[in-house]
């Protein structure tokens, strides 16, 4: 299933220089504002333990929400699922960013993708340790599953992120009036901001995204079972407001981030990372989702 | 891989059976509330062409919303991709008969699936022809999707419907204020509610199901790249609000109805239909659902 | 308290002739999008029995929602308080054809005077009765007030709303599904689109707010208690949700109507008419309004 | 006007000694849920000049919202009309601490007295000072109102107000978020948490608002026009989502605290405070508004 993919990526790096219409960078924090909109990577790791990569693949960017999908998976290995106590699993039909559900549905937020989730999610980590040894753990937890020790912290965006961040204080101090915060928000964001900055390429983040493939491949993070539930909440809710359109044209569980980066997995078959800064209306890539929508159909790629 | 279906259907009849909490069955119109909560039956149709099933599988029930995943597959046949102008494809956050997002979002309903959205592919169907000849179109393509003429309308229930179906006139009337109803409420409604009353058993719906499997199984009427995106559609919007947490626990695209039945596909494998009149309180089938996460399991089908 | 009235008003009228912007004519149907947005008039009938005018005060306008103020007078004397169990008090916040709040407060509209909640006060009136015998006693109860019988329906404004009612018909069928309308909605909503195509004159319409001035100035129609009670209605929801400005600028409780009127009390001084068909973008007379700050400037007529 | 008003005070003193339902009081801070909710108290300072007063009239009790009526008049007067373009004036149709207009209207609060709108009247007063002197403006303004020195923050409520302020700081964050905070919001709910805190008991708050009379009565601090105005905005708003009721209960403009205080304005005749800490489901104190509706019925006092 994965023979020709490496053409496949090289027509898709070629075919992307050539977009006019790139989508606009994330322009909240300097560090973000700045990126060259025609930057454009792509890498996939496959079950039989190939990489594959195309476009600027060394090149390091700003993991954002894609952690989220890292925090989940860690959470749950801690807490289990009584995790969904304090965090829905439905796709929310607001912004990434929204608050109104939060104070219609009393503090539980949607699902764990959209940023009140996450910062949940990152506080039931936090766990009333210090945010240093909660940020060890995510870092521990994903050096293992791209194998590189050389995954880390951009401190210059974590400070901006902090700096700029008065929706997230606004959704964790919402959170905390509804019982749902566990730790001071000052030191779950901390945290959260921290994990947000945390970059790696594309090669890094296919291989790290391995351990959503379902077959063993690389490193064994996640049971089975985990693992489909974890596919199945990136399919339903992994691109916000945008995921019922991303399952449509692209037909592949995958978690978005503001950075511009996309990981999306083949069950049973592959792990893609994509990244291009520039993004559409939701904040999702909007040449990484076209780059996502073209390798599928070459690949004759999807869960359907 | 369906090898020991026949044992699992069985078993999950016989689980079934016993259990104590079934869910409360819909009490909108006497022709549902009326219905005995201890029903169930299961049946799977096969890519190979078998067709397997246990309980209370000759017993014809409504189908109710799901036949909104039919009247999509005709409407895109009739219409393509212009249909996205009417309708959009996001999950809605909201229950399957709100009106709240209409207001928000000018009336474009958020998903094919929503009461406003199906009344809106019902209305694209009708098209300016009598009711009589858009069910007439409705009727042929589900009777030629089951390969069975046995198929008819409840008259009864759709009478029923009409009389309780204040709300569905609410949304239509919406609709039209926003100019996204082509055809008088009245009779876009008229086709709605006696579509809504088309009745089935699970070896026929389950049949009738063959052409989502994707693998050219049974009746051609859907090309594989279509037969994807409604699956897309279903697993993300089929089960309305539950959609996120049917497809964490099922793991499959499928689509329930107030009558107590729900389709779902195993890309590449089998067509499921299940039925069992208690619903929870999204208005899915509480047995149904179980008996499709006891099957998955068992069959180990996901998606994911 | 009134002398320099006349003066002020032949100021204002040619004030208002000489104004650039006028707002905009309502142009949801033929019948009103037609008028000259020219046209100005204003009248005052005073505690005392004088009737001044100017402008255009002979010519005959469509009251639209300023009936509602009429027909909550006559509900409230049929039914006394036990119609506050259908209507609430409150100002909504919201527009006033919105259906938001409908929902989310299970069909009890927010107050009597956006549409949801007029459409409950007109199906009050109504009891089972035919539409006709109801229009009959709003307009003997608008003739009595005004002191004169020459207060017509106008037909043709009338098919007219009904042609383009959608949004009054999803109001009205969702009032229905939540049980809070007691008559079938054609024939509410054939009342109401009667009542809303009454016209008057600002002379009339002046003469047939005296029972609002609290004072007894004219023919008794609703003791005081109840008078301040209309008015404390007309202060906080009057003017949609342009109430809270409109009480900021001009401090005197009104009611608008989408045909450019506005009915306006001084407690205990006077009733004032004013009719400018342009409209800003809460629907209220932007003439009208401006008319009325100059005028209870002018004679330094305010609650507060 | 005020014959027979000592009389009446007593008279609801004792009527309201004998109530059996009181209300619930605040429990969200120690120093508010410990108050015993038997206590009452009115006071009533008439335009010529003289002060009536019963029940616990010397007891002090926390301003808590009322005090937004004071920094409003203090922002508008170093800030005038230009205010309003951080702030609107519309009734919000929503809880006092809600946040969902903030998103939905881009982070202007819908007016000064949700808590929204008066952390912005604070934040408008704070300018970049510290807030200590932010304070002493403030306590200036209230003791110069009430001619008198002995009116101080409760330094417990405040530190409990910070204590337990997380949705407070959630609103503020989200100000800052949409560029419509102008100080830290530490700085800015210091200082609000801090005005919220003073004490009164009703004499003094029955003479603190005798320049909202609008006869000159007392200090002069606001200007005729600006009065009324103010008063227009507490007659709309003065009560959150229960102004509507309470202008249709009581007709008079009027500002309640969560500590139980209510002060009401009759234009031109007198100054009202009550006091009760037992709140209604709105956070306005049920025994002040039930003295109030008797009071105002028993001197024909009424704006309408």
Redesign the interface.
Known sequence: MTSGLQEALQQIAADMADQGDRGAVADYIPQLSGIDPNLFAIAVATADGSLHYAGDSHTLFSLQSITKMFTLAIALGRSGDQLWTRV???????AFN????L??ENGRP??PFVNAGAIVITDEILAGRAPKDALAEILRFMRAAAESENIHINGSVAASEQAHG??N??????L??CGNLKNP?ELTLGTYFHQCAIEMNVQQLALAGRFLI?TGTGPRLVALPR???L???M???GHY?????F??RV?L?AKSGVGGGILAIV?GVASIAVWSPGLDHNGNSKLGTLALEQLARAMDW???
Chains 1, 2, 3, 4 share one sequence.
């Not at 204080?169 to 919402?174: K, V």
């Not at 407001?241 to 359109?245: A, K, Q």
């Open positions: 829905g699993r439905e796709p929310s039909g607001n929204s608050i109104v559900q104070e219609q949607r699902n008065h929706r204080f606004s959704l964790a101090h919402f905390a009036s928000a379902g693992v489909r539930r596919n199945a909440l399919l339903t809710c407001d945008g995921s019922g359109d399952a449509f037909g569980p069950p999807s869960v359907f």
